[in-house]
């Protein structure tokens, strides 16, 4: 099947500085990517949907200020997490569907453990 | 907005049972609906999913079964084996006509322990 990557796949930084994680198509293009975040123990909670060359839609409570998506070509998008706090730490999943493909299947990148300490 | 809700939490099994987990949406728009297995610290796999014109589907040991008047579906696991234990989430989405993808909304997970 299609492949999505992640990196970096762990990344600790500390309170105060800001984290950029990128996702990427490797073997597709994706107009439409979509970035999760999942707590320990949690399910995976719809953050943002990113939209190539346009800006990102954002989920109800999440602050687009914060949390900062660029989708700048068809097989690169990326969240910035600016200002870190503890409460940040989660494990970070982008998605996106192959639109070649004749199934709705969703792809998930490897996630992204983030640690601010 | 949509809103799954996903039952049990928890599942424990004897080796050769049966697993069964439910989910309940509230969106009628909804269409699809993908069920995951995700294993400690990795991504979601997709193990099965269903659209809305579509009664029950099965794939070996698997299958999922949705009911759309009530807006509940269902994953049924046979002759579960002890690497079937992981957290199981089903989700909803509606796809529209743009082949970007949608939105996926996950239920709350099943944690499945399947023992030998």
């Known amino acids: 099947g299609a492949v999505v990557s992640q990196h970096p796949s762990r990344v600790i930084c500390k309170s105060g500085t800001s984290v950029k994680i990128e996702c990427r198509s490797l073997?597709?293009?994706?107009?439409?990517m979509f970035w999760y975040r999942q707590f320990p123990k949690q399910s995976l909670m719809l953050m943002a949907t990113?939209?190539?060359?346009?800006?990102?839609?954002?989920e109800q409570g999440v602050e687009k200020d914060k949390f900062l998506i660029n989708h700048a070509s068809l097989t690169l998008s990326t969240l910035t997490v600016t200002s870190a706090h503890p409460e940040d730490s989660s494990f970070y999943i982008c998605?996106?569907?192959?639109?070649?493909?004749?199934?709705?299947?969703?792809?998930f990148g490897p996630g992204t453990r983030l640690t601010v300490t | 907005g949509e809103n799954v809700e996903q039952h049990p939490s928890t599942l424990s099994v004897q080796e050769g049972d049966s697993a069964v987990i439910k989910c309940t949406y509230s969106d009628s728009a909804s269409n699809y609906f993908p069920w995951y297995k995700q294993e400690l610290g990795k991504r979601p796999q997709l193990i099965i999913d269903i659209r809305s014109n579509v009664g029950e589907k099965k794939d070996q040991r698997i299958a999922v079964t949705l009911n759309k008047t009530a807006k509940h579906f269902s994953l049924h696991i046979t002759e579960t084996q002890p690497e079937d234990s992981a957290v199981y989430f089903c989700a909803a989405s509606t796809l529209r006509a743009e082949t970007s993808g949608s939105r996926l909304t996950f239920g709350e997970g099943t944690q499945l322990t399947v023992n030998p």
């Open positions: 998605s996106a569907r192959d639109p070649r493909g004749w199934t709705y299947e969703q792809y």
């Open positions: 073997d597709f293009q994706a107009t439409t």
């Open positions: 990113s939209n190539e060359g346009s800006k990102a839609t954002y």
